[in-house]
């Protein structure tokens, strides 16, 4: 688990691998908002960037895209996986490829994303665009592929 305390510190517990034990993670001030995977966490700060920490291959290692990471308005989790959705509609993903964690496929298509969602199942993300146009990717079992239903 967890908790953003009052004044943006964050205190967390439980399995140390997934995420409980954070306290090699440095720059934990200024928390805006943190999000969970199957084994990691995702803190937004202030300042708009993103600290990782948990089980690396899930999302816990974020070093692979942290010069993407920079005003990030958002962050959504699959079960092992992330994708961060930046100030100027981008999207940056990591994690567990086939849970959502590479979106190289249809990055092309994701600019001005204004939100996204992850699946019930916790394997496929689903990006709203500004002209009402919904990409998707991860497990297509899960929700990642949408094609039967696009126009």
Known sequence: FAAILKGGSVVTWGNPE????????QHLLNVREVVASGGAFAAI???????TWGEPEIGGDSRAVREHLKEVKQVAATSMA???RTAGGRVVTWGQPEFGGDSSEVQHLLQDVQDITASVLG????????????????????????TNVQD
């Open 18 to 25: 997934a995420g409980g034990e954070s306290s090699e993670v």
């Open 45 to 51: 700060l202030a300042d708009g960037s993103v600290v």
């Open 82 to 84: 992330f994708a961060a």
């Open 123 to 146: 394997s496929a993300f689903a990006a709203t665009l500004t002209n009402g146009r919904v990409i998707t990717w991860g497990d297509a079992i899960s929700g990642g592929d949408s």
